[in-house]
T-cell receptor, first 111, second 112 residues
């Protein structure tokens, strides 16, 4: 069946450091892929998405590229800020429009 | 206000009681979903609905009941709450094309 695997957290970085959060998926066909962010006490917000192979999603300095050959959708940011501290979820959308999530990765950015 | 709203935001209930969590969206999205969020499990799908009067089970449906008589509302009922149902519950909606899903603020439910 479809599934998403994310790197375990927490990830602790200093401000302005480079961020990578790994995400790989297992799916039939070519699902759309998403990154959602959850700030403390809030719901999930869409951060970026990609709908086909080699697409790059980007938003607020974050980027992720849909890699069919490695079934991956790693999240990157060149210079993180304290305000980026949150939980990040990778997800795929299956053929019934259901989102299947990874377990989430907590990011903590220190000043 | 436009968007997707959940109520209540916080709820404490006793084991064995029935409790209903409400979800309302103003976009007329066809698809609606209920997820629960537990530490170490991410978000798991409880039930979803493709349209009014069409619902289907997700990954963890046991102990839950849903209905969808109107497109904009998708209530989730715990028929007899158990401590294992203590969780944060999120409702989401998506348009027919599934371009993206929008989430409510969540309901934190504690069963004592």
């Amino acid at each position: 069946g479809n599934s998403v695997t994310q790197m375990e957290g927490p990830v602790t970085l200093s401000e302005e450091a480079f961020l990578t959060i790994n995400c790989t998926y297992t799916a039939t066909g070519y699902p759309s892929l998403f990154w959602y962010v959850q700030y403390p006490g809030e719901g999930l917000q869409l951060l970026l998405k990609a709908t086909k192979a080699d697409d790059k999603g980007s938003n607020k300095g974050f980027e992720a590229t849909y890699r069919k050959e490695t079934t991956s959708f790693h999240l990157e940011k060149g210079s993180v800020q304290v305000s980026d501290s949150a939980v990040y979820f990778c997800a795929l959308m299956d053929s019934s429009y259901k989102l299947i999530f990874g377990s989430g990765t907590r990011l903590l950015v220190r000043p | 206000d436009a968007g997707i709203t959940q109520s209540p935001r916080y709820k404490i209930t006793e084991t064995g009681r029935q409790v209903t969590l409400m979800c309302h969206q103003t976009w007329s999205h066809s698809y609606m979903f209920w997820y629960r969020q537990d530490l170490g499990h991410g978000l798991r799908l409880i039930y979803y609905s493709a349209a009014a009067d069409i619902t289907d089970k997700g990954e963890v449906p046991d102990g839950y009941v849903v209905s969808r008589s109107k497109t904009e509302n998708f209530p989730l009922t715990l028929e007899s709450a158990t401590r294992s149902q203590t969780s944060v519950y999120f409702c989401a909606s998506s348009d027919t094309g599934g371009r993206t899903a929008f989430f409510g603020q969540g309901t934190r439910l504690t069963v004592v």
